[in-house]
T-cell receptor
Framework: GAVVSQHPSWVICKSGTSVKIECRSL??????MFWYRQFPKQSLMLMAT?????????EQGVEKDKFLINHASLTLSTLTVTSAHPEDSSFYIC????????????FGDGTRLSIL | DQQVKQNSPSLSVQEGRISILNCDYT??????FLWYKKYPAEGPTFLIS?????DKNEDGRFTVFLNKSAKHLSLHIVPSQPGDSAVYFC????????????FGSGTRLLVRP
């Protein structure tokens, strides 16, 4: 149980385009999902907390207009990188929890985004 | 300000021996700690967790120890297997933090056959 699916796994696109990444909880409902970013050989940095039916909560330094998050249902959250530039190239990972403080987050397999 | 620290970037152990991965934290409000295993280009896989009311939690070959006074936790893997070779992240969360996890920088474990 607690499977999180992320799609696509790899995206290459031109600078200036927008890219949408989907995160789905396959066998459970997730009122809260999280979006992380990982640079090579670094840790996972939380970008934002996605709440079903409400606005996402962004971490300090993360541009909410650049990284649009939508959590329209209990099983789907999307991250859209708008007008992507090469510096947005990174590994983006989502996670979801069964809920409650003492529950682990379960992660998708990540999306490798490369902006040319 | 790193609230969760993994001071050893890498660790190499012989197959069959014990692997001990360490993690220190600074925020005394953390009450839930987790260990994740990660392969390149994949998402982290949850291994084991512990709440602050305990000092030990065991699951098969994996045991997590928590020393609250020292703000230190460790993951023991016994016996280590080549398939355990990966990057291990410790993470922590605090009450009323909207379940946010703060991750350490990771330790790359290599288990030699």
């Amino acid at each position: 149980g607690a499977v999180v699916s992320q799609h696509p796994s790899w995206v290459i696109c031109k600078s200036g385009t927008s890219v949408k990444i989907e995160c789905r909880s396959l066998d459970f409902q997730a009122t809260t999902m999280f979006w992380y970013r990982q640079f090579p050989k670094q840790s996972l940095m939380l970008m934002a907390t996605s709440n079903e039916g409400s606005k996402a909560t962004y971490e300090q330094g993360v541009e909410k207009d650049k990284f649009l998050i939508n959590h329209a249902s209990l099983t789907l959250s999307t991250l859209t990188v708008t007008s992507a530039h090469p510096e947005d190239s990174s590994f983006y990972i989502c996670s979801a929890s069964l809920g409650g403080q003492l529950q682990p987050q379960h992660f998708g397999d990540g999306t490798r985004l490369s902006i040319l | 300000d790193q609230q969760v620290k993994q001071n050893s970037p890498s660790l190499s152990v012989q197959e069959g021996r014990i692997s001990i991965l360490n993690c220190d934290y600074t925020n005394s409000m953390f009450d839930y700690f987790l260990w994740y295993k990660k392969y390149p280009a994949e998402g982290p896989t949850f291994l084991i967790s512990i709440s602050s009311i305990k000092d030990k939690n065991e699951d098969g070959r994996f045991t997590v120890f928590l020393n609250k006074s020292a703000k230190h936790l460790s993951l023991h893997i016994v016996p280590s297997q080549p398939g355990d070779s990966a990057v291990y992240f410790c993470a922590a969360s605090a009450p009323d933090s909207s379940y946010k996890l703060i991750f350490g920088s990771g330790t790359r474990l290599l288990v030699r056959p």
